[in-house]
């Protein structure tokens, strides 16, 4: 499949989840900005994939990302960041959102399973989700640098 085949509208993304659903696979979601792709975000997205059988990432907007932490935080426009996302083998589909919270997401797809950071997970709205038969699966992964760390040494602000 071409990279940007994975990469659906909201009403593709509907059509191939009933699909996949119809057939018995698990979905998990998960989602980022994915602005500088690390390893840790390689890791983490085959962390997710291996809680279900099919893997959707939804990758924050441009619009999404200023609103949600500064004007200039991302490097790479959304469309780059979602194909690089795409390209990634764990990966299934991948969808852009302009939403700052990824609970309304959630709620329009009701995966199986939303995989996230342990610690960056939605703690206050796990409730929520198991409510509404959405497992949370916090992926444990040794730290590493932040996208700022690794935009800060780029620019040559971090000694």
Do not use: W
């Not at 990469?7 to 994915?34: C, D, N, P």
């Not at 939303?114 to 997970?121: H, I, Q, T, V």
């Not at 949370?136 to 780029?154: F, G, K």
């Amino acid at each position: 499949m071409d990279t940007r085949e994975k990469i659906l509208s909201r009403t593709g993304l509907h059509e191939v989840l009933e699909e996949h659903r119809r057939a018995g696979s698990r979905v998990v979601f998960a989602h980022g900005v994915f602005d500088v792709l690390r390893a840790q975000d390689v890791r983490f997205l085959a962390a997710a994939r291996a809680e279900g059988d099919r893997l959707v990432v939804a990758v924050h907007s441009d619009a999404g990302v200023r609103r949600a932490k500064d004007e200039s935080r991302t490097v790479l426009t959304e469309r780059a960041r979602a194909i690089l996302v795409a390209a990634l083998a764990a990966v299934d589909h991948v969808i852009l959102f302009d939403e700052t919270d990824i609970r309304p997401l959630l709620r329009e797809f009701h995966p199986d399973v939303y995989a996230c950071l342990a610690g960056d997970g939605l703690s206050n709205g796990a409730a929520e989700l198991s409510a509404l038969g959405i497992r949370v699966a916090a992926i444990e992964l040794e730290a590493m640098h932040s996208t700022n760390d690794h935009i800060a040494r780029v620019q040559g602000t971090n000694g």
